[in-house]
C-alpha cells in the first residue's frame, strides 16, 4: 500500500495537492476537516460536537478524531492506499495511526510536508474565508489560534517521522503545478 502524510499548516495547500495526488496514484483521500465539516453540514452527533472546537480553532480531542479516522479506514478495505490529510496531527494520533496499519500488516510509507510561512499563510487563509465561507478561516484571532495550536501540538509530529526517516520537505510556494511535480517525485523516488 502507497500511504501518505500530506502535512503542514493551515493553508499549506494540502487539500488542493490532495485531489491531485489521489488521481495520479489512485489513492483514497482522508481528510479529517473534510469529514468534520460534513458531518456539520449533516447536522450529526459528531458534527455538533466538533463545530465547537473549530470554530474556536481549537482541535477535535484525540479520542473523537481517532475514531472517526479509524472507521473511515475500516470502511475502505480494498484501498490500494489513503492519503491522511490533517492527520495526525498530534503525537498520540500519529501513534494511534500506526497501530491502526499494523493492524492492516501495512505502514506510514513517508510524510510529505507543505513548508509555508505564516505570514503568506495568514493571507491565504484570510482570502479562502471570503471565497469559501468557511468560518474558521474569517476571525483573524481563530486563524492565529490554528497557527499557534499547528506550532505548539502538531509540529512535533514531525519529529515522530524524522525519527522512522519518512519526512520528507516540499516548498510550498509557487505554482500548484510545480509543487505537485515535486511532490511525485519524492513519491516515486520513495517507492523505487
Ligand atoms: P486547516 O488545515 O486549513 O486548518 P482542516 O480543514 O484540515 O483545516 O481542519 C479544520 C479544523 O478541523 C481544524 O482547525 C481542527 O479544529 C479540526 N481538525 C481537523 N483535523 C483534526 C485532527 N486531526 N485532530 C483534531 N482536530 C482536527
Redesign the pocket.
Known sequence: MLNLVLF?????G??TQSVKLIEKFDLVHL???????ANIKGGTELGIL?KS??D???????E???GM?ASEVNSNPNAKGFIF??????QA?ALALDNLLKEKASAITMMLALEVEEEELRKR?LL?GKESG?V??QNPEVIQN?IN??NAE?MPVKDYYMAQNKYKGINGIGQIEVIFNQLCQAIEGAAN
Do not use: N
Open positions: 503542514g499548516p493551515p493553508g499549506a494540502k487539500g481528510s479529517t476537516g473534510d469529514i468534520f465539516r466538533a472546537y473549530i474556536k480553532g481549537q482541535l477535535v480531542p484525540d473523537v478524531t481517532i479516522l490529510d490533517g492527520f495526525p496531527r498530534t494520533q487563509l479562502r468557511r474558521d478561516d490554528r495550536v499547528y502538531t
